[in-house]
């Protein structure tokens, strides 16, 4: 094992030992799987549900964990095997067939209705055997993940597919070294790499459309249907690009248009559909005597078309229509890997803009997630106590950047930049949205999941952004920083209760406790508000607000526990607005040492409206800067494309003179509006300096 694998290893049983303060070190490696997992973009939403037990003919059963993909139809499952010991052991063959062996009676029982083995009280794996029961009819099919910290022996080759309980199965085994090789990639994620040769005999036809550039190279493909509908099947949801995978996740699951084509009128798809936009990192192809031929893509990724690509799978295992007939045209970006976090998200933009998907479906690629990183990286916070060193909230405009910044570092540089960016201080636009959400109050929303939550989150932002986008400022970052530091240290907090939190539920547990915090302060707080400033001071919670989360978390408990009749879910419930309401009337005491605490509403006020002022001063030299170091020549190419492309207005013609004129310097009002006319002609095809 080489130095940087057992350094990550080490890192990973820290945590899984940390999680539930030792309690439960191979739970809490169940939660850490989940989090890599999801980081590796295999599932999303992950709900810990450790559990072993012993089902009909005393076989033993077992589960971690599980994610519904609401976007494919597949229910992920986790199960782990963790020994934590300083060298990892090697996973054999045998040990992993007994290991998967116990998910598979595990789903045996739940599609059985058999729950007779399961804990009586309210528990995870309890809630995941009844959702399977119900919702049998809509699980496409079951992809089993085996995580560990051991080392995969190397006799274990692919794993063939099964059907448990009717449904197709198919089996990942996800050892310490498979982990780490997906940290430590540049995507932070394994490489999709589409073998097309195996849905299409000799490949896909195809066209090169685009000059021999380094960086960009574009195709024009024609898809079987049937081949996209099982290349839909293996590969499911991981085939979409994020805001593409969101956009569907909400949408209708079958367009009833492409439905009827496919059914009626199949020799009509090509004419009725628009096809998909797809792009890849690399592709290899192959010219033959009757044409090019597109043989695989590495990284594919479906950027427009989603609907259309989940339906034909929908109508091939719902329906049992019959695809031959059915082409799909597919435009096929090939972006180099290098300038694909940069690219891919802009070629999703606009790809999606021609359809009808609102700000807020793109909202990952918003101006707001640029001035929280630069916000992030530019604000230090204070020493923690005991400490001297200032650190940073490091905020992941992009997917990875934190893991990005230390893959190239040295074992020295990383310990020095870990320490200046503690990995607690990491927060991912799905954590801001959870976070932030539970602070306004929505506690329900945020037990959604983190897609459908960052979706309400997004709306949110879009709308405030447009109506006042100083109002995120550096006061505004602060306190995301403080509302971060609760969340986080409620999230250690709440298993060190053992008088009444016995496992399960702590994601629903912080968010409701969280509002129900701010309820009780609005409620008896006498117009005062907590203080976020001494808690971004002193970059930690006061005893006085421990001990009201203590109560508060408690109360929450016994409501998220306690539904109401006829729900006996207890992980739906968390998702109705019914469950905020029952928690907003559970009697809660505000402590007297954190009266004593809190601030005057009217002294915060002040001092936002003070950071408002003070991000004008700070826009309007920003804008004017940029403007000047732009160049006046950069501005006068500018200029003559635009007029020779007819792109501009009287004003803006006028603008951009002013712009390109030297000596000259634009107003702050100027300024905003010439870079603005630059956004728009760079949409617009100018691709200058």
């Keep these: 094992m080489d130095e940087n694998l057992a350094i990550f290893r080490d890192g990973v049983v820290k945590r899984a030992i940390e999680e539930f303060g030792g309690r439960d070190p191979e739970a809490g490696f169940g939660v850490v799987a989940g989090q890599l997992l999801e980081d590796a973009e295999e599932l999303t ?12 003919r005393r076989r033993s ?56 083995h399961l804990p009586a009280d309210e528990d995870p794996a309890t809630d995941l055997s009844a959702l399977m029961h119900l919702h049998r009819a809509n699980i496409t099919r079951l992809r089993i993940y085996l995580a560990t ?46 073998n097309f040769k195996k849905l299409v005999d000799d490949g896909v036809p195809c066209l090169k459309a685009s000059l021999n550039q380094s960086e960009y190279s574009g195709y024009l493909c024609v898809l079987p249907g049937d081949a996209l509908a099982r290349m839909y099947e293996e590969y499911g949801s991981r085939l ?64 427009n078309g989603g609907q259309t690509t989940a339906s034909l799978a929908h109508a091939r295992r719902k329906d049992g229509a019959e695809l031959g007939g059915i082409f799909v045209p597919m435009k096929l970006s090939v972006v180099d890997a290098g300038r694909s976090d940069e690219m ?29 990183e630069e916000l992030s990286r530019r604000i230090k916070a204070p020493p923690r106590a005991g400490s001297q060193r200032p650190t940073t909230w490091f905020y992941e405009r992009a997917k990875g950047q934190y893991r990005i910044e230390t893959t190239k570092m040295s074992p020295s540089e990383k310990l020095r930049f870990e320490a200046d960016n503690p990995r607690r201080q990491l927060i991912t636009k799905t954590d801001l949205a959870k976070i932030e959400n539970s602070w306004r109050q929505m506690p329900h929303e945020v037990s959604k999941g983190a897609q459908k939550n960052f979706d309400v989150y997004s709306r949110f932002i879009v709308a405030e952004w447009l109506n006042n986008p100083l109002q995120f400022n550096d006061e505004f970052f602060k306190a995301v920083a403080a509302h971060a530091i609760v969340f986080r240290d409620l ?70 526990t306690s ?51 003070v991000a004008r001063i700070d826009s309007d030299i920003a804008a004017i800067t940029e403007v000047v170091n732009y160049k006046y020549s950069n501005w006068r190419k500018l200029r003559d494309w635009g ?41 617009a095809g100018y691709q200058g300096s």
């Design 643 to 683: 007029i020779q492309c007819k792109e501009l207005t009287p004003k803006e013609d006028q603008l951009l003179m002013l712009a390109g004129s030297s000596g000259r310097v634009p107003t702050s009002k100027q300024a905003v509006a010439i870079l603005l006319i630059r956004k728009r002609l760079e949409q």
């Design 61 to 116: 059963l077992g589960i971690d964990g599980y994610a519904f993909d609401e976007v494919d139809g597949s229910l992920r499952l986790v199960i782990v095997e963790f020994s934590g010991d300083k060298l990892p052991v090697t996973l054999t063959q045998t040990t992993a067939k007994t290991i998967f062996g116990r998910v598979i009676a595990f789903v045996d029982e739940a599609l059985s209705g058999n729950d007779d």
């Design 240 to 303: 979409l690009e994020g805001n593409v995978r969101s956009f569907l996740g909400k949408a209708v699951k079958v367009n009833k248009a492409i439905r009827e084509t496919t059914l009626r009128s199949p020799e009509m798809f090509f004419a009725f559909n628009n096809g998909i936009a797809a792009t890849a990192t690399s592709v290899e192809t192959l010219l033959t005597p009757d044409g090019m031929r597109l043989l695989s893509a590495t990284d594919l990724q479906i950027v």
């Design 149 to 194: 910290d051991a080392l995969m022996s190397d006799h274990i080759r692919n794993w063939p597919e099964e059907t448990v309980g009717g449904i197709p199965a198919e089996f990942h085994i996800w050892d310490i070294a498979r982990f780490h090789d997906a940290f430590t990639s540049s995507s932070g994620r394994e490489a999709l790499i589409v």
């Design 344 to 372: 891919i998200p802009k070629i999703s933009e606009f790809a999606n803009r021609q359809t009808k998907v609102s700000d807020s479906d793109l909202f990952s690629n918003h101006a707001f997630h640029r001035k929280m």
């Design 45 to 56: 939403d992950f709900v810990a549900s450790p559990y072993r037990g012993t089902g009909a």
């Design 563 to 613: 539904p109401e009749q006829g729900i006996e879910n207890i992980t739906e419930w968390c998702k109705k607005e019914l469950a905020w309401q029952r928690a907003q009337q559970k009697q809660a005491q505000l402590l007297p040492a954190l009266a004593a605490e809190l601030v005057s509403q009217t002294e915060v006020q002040h001092r936002m409206e003070d950071a408002v002022v």
């Design 491 to 560: 999230e250690q907090l709440i298993p060190t209760q053992t008088d009444w939190y016995d496992g399960g539920y702590r994601a629903n547990i912080i968010t409701f406790t969280i509002a129900k915090l701010i309820q009780v302060i609005s409620e008896q707080g006498a117009g005062r508000v907590l203080n976020l400033q001494s808690i971004w001071r002193a970059q930690a919670i006061s005893p006085a607000l421990t001990e009201q989360l203590k109560v508060i978390a408690k109360n929450m408990y016994e409501v998220i």
